[in-house]
């Protein structure tokens, strides 16, 4: 009983430094997606995806990159970390796109803080 | 420029009573409207919908009320549990390029349920 799986939950990185959120899912789901959520704020959408080898920006794509090799995996990379990425990261995905039925089911999100 | 809006942070009721939650929004293109639940250190989670040519949706305890005119919609909990205390976030959804949809979240209210 999986569904979205996101690692790792928690994240110190210094400024510059690179690394990548991993997310897979086991729904058999097209559309994938990468929000942040920051204190006091909704969640945003960085990027997206509606199958392998589509990906679209979202709202706050900058300084992020994403690729969909497979149905499964949706992992983003954050290169050259800065301050201002710190936030709370999830990670989503749903059958189809978001019409009654087609919901969007999260991952449990990875905290991320660049020092 | 927030898109969706939930002004009040947070909001206390009483076991029993109703908790009535409100979010405004300034799109008029906006056709579809999800709350989500969040508990704390878990990934949001869909709770109930509607589309925009109806203004009321009743699931169990949950409605959710969408009033176009004043581009306000409503989630009514009766009777109100200690375990509905969590963070609800209201999202709209349009058809974006590329025929995925996009949800634009409100930053969520922290509702409180006293025994």
């Known amino acids: 009983n999986a569904g979205v799986t996101q690692t790792p939950k928690f994240r110190i990185l210094k400024i510059g430094q690179s690394m990548t959120l991993q997310c897979t899912q086991d729904?058999?789901?097209?559309?994938m997606y990468w929000y942040r959520q920051d204190p006091g704020m909704g969640l945003k959408l960085i990027y997206y995806?509606?199958?392998?080898?589509?990906?679209d920006k979202g709202e706050v794509p900058n300084g992020y990159n994403v690729s969909r090799s497979t149905t499964e995996d949706f992992p983003l990379r954050l290169e050259l970390a800065a301050p201002s990425q710190t936030s709370v990261y999830f990670c989503?995905?749903?059958?189809?796109?978001?019409?009654?039925?087609?919901?969007?089911?999260f991952g449990e999100g990875s905290w991320l803080t660049v020092v | 420029d927030q898109q969706v809006k939930q002004n009040s942070p947070s909001l206390s009721v009483q076991e029993g009573r109703i908790s009535i939650l409100n979010c405004d929004y300034t799109?008029?293109?906006?056709?579809?409207f999800l709350w989500y639940k969040k508990y704390p250190a878990e990934g949001p989670t869909f709770l109930i919908s509607?589309?925009?040519?109806?203004d009321k949706n009743e699931d169990g305890r949950f409605t959710v009320f969408l009033n176009k005119s004043a581009k306000h919609l409503s989630l009514h909990i009766v009777p109100s549990q200690p375990g509905d205390s969590a963070v609800y976030f209201c999202?709209?959804?349009?058809?974006?390029?590329?025929?995925?949809?996009?949800?634009?979240f409100g930053s969520g209210t922290q509702l409180t349920v006293l025994p």
């Open positions: 989503a995905s749903s059958l189809r796109t978001v019409l009654s039925g087609n919901t969007i089911y």
């Open positions: 509607i589309s925009s040519i109806k």
């Open positions: 799109n008029s293109m906006f056709d579809y």
């Open positions: 995806s509606v199958g392998a080898g589509i990906t």
């Open positions: 999202a709209a959804s349009l058809i974006s390029s590329g025929s995925a949809r996009q949800l634009t």
């Open positions: 729904m058999n789901h097209n559309y």
